[in-house]
T-cell receptor, first 112, second 113 residues
Framework: KAGVTQTPRYLIKTRGQQVTLSCSPI?????VSWYQQTPGQGLQFLFEYFSETQRNKGNFPGRFSGRQFSNSRSEMNVSTLELGDSALYLC???????????FGPGTRLLVL | GQQLNQSPQSMFIQEGEDVSMNCTSSSIFNTWLWYKQDPGEGPVLLIA???AGELTSNGRLTAQFGITRKDSFLNISASIPSDVGIYFCAGHLQMDSNYQLIWGAGTKLIIKP
């Protein structure tokens, strides 16, 4: 089975721009979670989607949004980028909510 | 919010030494998970624990689900250079009808030359 895939792997943007990141879960997995990780920091939970519905949400501003499609693929969007948004964005999939999560390789975003 | 206290924050060890790290909480967890993250990569699942008291091994790694369901430990025996990385614990907490995955802050393992 293919693992979780994330595109793009690397991205450079400038302040004020917006960005969309994509995640394809493991086949058969219906839950997708997103995390932000800044250098030397742990995993900060952004949100979780299941069956195209947001099930859980972390403590991030409204500039961070996401969605899930009927094939369980998910996208997250960050609008009006700030320098502090530079981070590794990780996507994890699981069979359903509350089950073991498997991570993709991440998208490294640099905001200049 | 809910927190997992993971310790130690970092460890400097010699190759060949055994390593022990743990996570504790004041809340009761339904599962405990241990992940390892290499620089610039996503965390990789090492061991998943589903039952209080469960002791599970994966090669040189051994993890236990505490009997009180409030803690877990991970041991690595005879460390080797490729063990270097950040180890995260995570646990599923039931909140109303939802399960929330709570993460520890990570233990950075460094092997002294």
């Amino acid at each position: 089975k293919a693992g979780v895939t994330q595109t793009p792997r690397y991205l450079i943007k400038t302040r004020g721009q917006q960005v969309t990141l994509s995640c394809s879960p493991i086949s058969g997995h219906r839950s997708v979670s997103w995390y932000q990780q800044t250098p030397g920091q742990g995993l900060q939970f952004l949100f979780e989607y299941f069956s195209e519905t947001q099930r859980n949400k972390g403590n991030f501003p409204g500039r961070f949004s996401g969605r899930q499609f009927s094939n369980s693929r998910s996208e997250m969007n960050v609008s009006t980028l700030e320098l502090g948004d530079s981070a590794l964005y990780l996507c994890a999939s699981s069979l359903t909510t509350g089950k073991t999560q498997y991570f993709g390789p991440g998208t490294r975003l640099l905001v200049l | 919010g809910q927190q997992l206290n993971q310790s130690p924050q970092s460890m400097f060890i010699q190759e060949g030494e055994d390593v022990s790290m743990n996570c504790t909480s004041s809340s009761i967890f339904n599962t405990w998970l241990w992940y390892k993250q290499d620089p610039g990569e996503g965390p990789v699942l090492l061991i998943a624990l589903y039952k209080a008291g469960e002791l599970t091994s994966n090669g040189r790694l051994t993890a236990q689900f505490g009997i009180t369901r409030k803690d877990s430990f991970l041991n690595i025996s005879a460390s080797i250079p490729s063990d270097v990385g950040i180890y995260f614990c995570a646990g599923h907490l039931q909140m109303d009808s939802n399960y929330q995955l709570i993460w520890g802050a990570g233990t950075k393992l460094i092997i002294k030359p």
